[in-house]
């Protein structure tokens, strides 16, 4: 009984970390929820205004002008519906609460669509290098969404804190020997040598207060291990940190 006990708060336990670092994540992703919205509301704004002022100036109607402005607008609202689509599936963890067969350039593409004007508006440039002919992962995509936005935010944060130029964030996917792995980089300062063996330790931080919860790279090694993969962590040729995300693949293409 004492050990069935001790299992079921162990498990609460690691329920409510698993909680509070999407809670950080959905923080993050709210203040770039502007930024990806902004884009396609100022084309809307353009095409919508640019008809007003020509019907107020009296020019003549041209219809072929007109269904162009209207594939335009419905090009952005279709847009701007897959962003905020995106951010209610991450919040919604009981959308896939069993794994299934999920294609990792899914789970970065969905992260981008949240996050990627954010990263952008940081003065930061994003090279994908994403395999078209990668294997599915038997993962959940909403956690393995959560793993990409931890590696690609902590990325960010490293970039910020230094003076680089230009800032370079790089991700990358592949696939070899059976496995699937999911590379995330950057060219800030890469991870002194004494801190190699805590990253991963839950609370364990570097940013200031306020900044971070310590729980990223903890919850994520965690749910990586669920699928039986691993994380790994080194720094790289630009000066950087590269993190290595590689889970067997398995099943067909969704």
């Not at 336990?13 to 919205?37: K, V, W």
């Not at 970065?108 to 395999?131: P, T, W």
């Not at 992962?137 to 003076?163: G, K, P, T, W, Y």
């Not at 310590?214 to 090694?221: E, T």
Request: with cysteine; net charge negative; aromatic share 6%.
């Amino acid at each position: 009984m004492l050990r069935q006990r001790r299992g079921r708060e162990a498990r609460i336990r690691d329920l409510n970390l698993y909680h509070e670092d999407r809670l950080a994540a959905l923080g993050t992703m709210a203040a770039g929820i502007a930024h990806e919205l902004n884009q396609p509301l100022n084309t809307i704004r353009v095409v919508t205004d640019g008809f007003l002022f020509g019907r107020a100036e009296g020019w003549p109607l041209d219809p072929e002008e007109l269904f162009e402005g209207l594939e335009m607008i419905s090009r952005q609202v279709a847009r701007m519906d897959k962003v905020i689509r995106n951010v209610r599936n991450f919040a919604r963890e009981e959308r896939d609460p069993g794994e299934g067969h999920v294609v990792a350039n899914e789970a970065i593409e969905n992260v981008f669509s949240m996050i990627g004007r954010q990263i952008e508006a940081h003065g930061i440039r994003v090279e994908k290098d994403l395999d078209p002919e990668l294997p599915p992962l038997r993962a959940s995509l909403n956690e393995l969404e959560q793993v990409v936005m931890n590696l690609i935010v902590n990325a960010r944060q490293a970039l910020d804190d230094c003076s680089r130029d230009p800032k370079t964030l790089r991700v990358r996917t592949g696939s070899r020997d059976g496995a699937v792995f999911i590379e995330v980089s950057d060219n800030a300062v890469g991870i002194p040598d004494h801190l190699q063996g805590t990253i991963f330790d839950p609370f364990f931080t570097t940013k200031a207060v306020g900044k971070g919860t310590g729980l990223g790279l903890s919850i994520s090694q965690s749910i990586v291990s669920k699928f039986g993969g691993r994380i790994e962590a080194c720094n790289n040729e630009s000066g950087g940190a590269t993190f290595v995300v590689t889970a067997p693949a398995g099943g067909d293409r969704p």
